[in-house]
């Protein structure tokens, strides 16, 4: 099984400014196959990144992926109060799936 | 519109079993891989289990395997978990989503497992 590391576990930021959020694996990702989710309170989470850098549909551009490997990164160019959440690295190269355990990022 | 709708959640006693099902709805069902995700109460995000569009392919996180069961009936759009001798880490928010070579795509809402 692949383990996903993330950190920081939490990050506070003011509006405007530049959210990077990494995600490490012990093994190298089959592909690239890693994604990245969105989870807001009280909401199921949401596709944000696939393929470790393509957007998924209707997603900001202000959300960028990149990395290859076991070292992957999500940034968000200009934080909004919206983007409020935890955000999940996944990867999807193998037969069994698995999660990282998370960044809550908070506004300042 | 896309949908999934998850249904069966209930207060289980440790050792008992429980069926949960998820019906799909605004997309054709039989052409994707299907996911169970949990989510403990405060906690992050444990993908459980996935099912092939033709039932072919089935995997398990460690934490289920050989307790758990996933299928799916496609002339049901439907997907299914049997979860056997729950324990009390199995006390969850469990989520019904849509996955193949592009991440997870399309998720329900939930339905929670209360293991006590």
């Known amino acids: 099984e692949i383990v996903l590391t993330q950190s920081p576990g939490t990050l506070s930021l003011s509006p405007g400014e530049r959210a990077t959020l990494s995600c490490r694996a012990s093994q190298s990702v089959s592909s690239n196959f890693l994604a990245w989710y969105q989870q807001k309170p009280g909401q199921a989470p949401r596709l944000l990144i696939h393929?470790?850098?393509l957007r998924a549909t209707g997603i900001p551009d202000r959300f960028s992926g990149s990395g290859s490997g076991t070292d992957f990164t999500l940034t968000i160019s200009r934080l909004e109060p919206e983007d409020l959440a935890v955000y999940y690295c996944q990867q999807y190269g193998s037969s069994v799936w698995t999660f990282g355990q998370g960044t809550k990022v908070e506004i300042k | 519109e896309m949908q999934l709708v998850e249904s069966g959640g209930a207060v289980v006693q440790p050792g008992g079993s429980l069926r949960l099902s998820c019906t799909a709805s605004?997309?054709?069902?039989?052409?994707?891989?299907m996911h169970w995700v949990r989510q403990a109460p405060g906690k992050g995000l444990e993908w459980v289990s996935l099912?092939?569009?033709?039932?072919?392919?089935?995997y398990y996180a460690d934490s289920v395997k050989g307790r758990f069961t996933i299928s799916r009936d496609n002339s049901k759009n439907s997907l299914y978990l049997q979860m056997n001798n729950v324990r009390t880490e199995d006390t969850a928010l469990y989520y019904c989503t849509r996955g193949d070579y592009f991440g997870l795509d399309v998720w329900g809402q939930g339905t929670t497992v209360t293991v006590s």
């Open positions: 099912i092939s569009w033709d039932s072919a392919g089935t």
């Open positions: 605004g997309f054709t069902f039989d052409d994707y891989t």
């Open positions: 393929d470790a850098s």
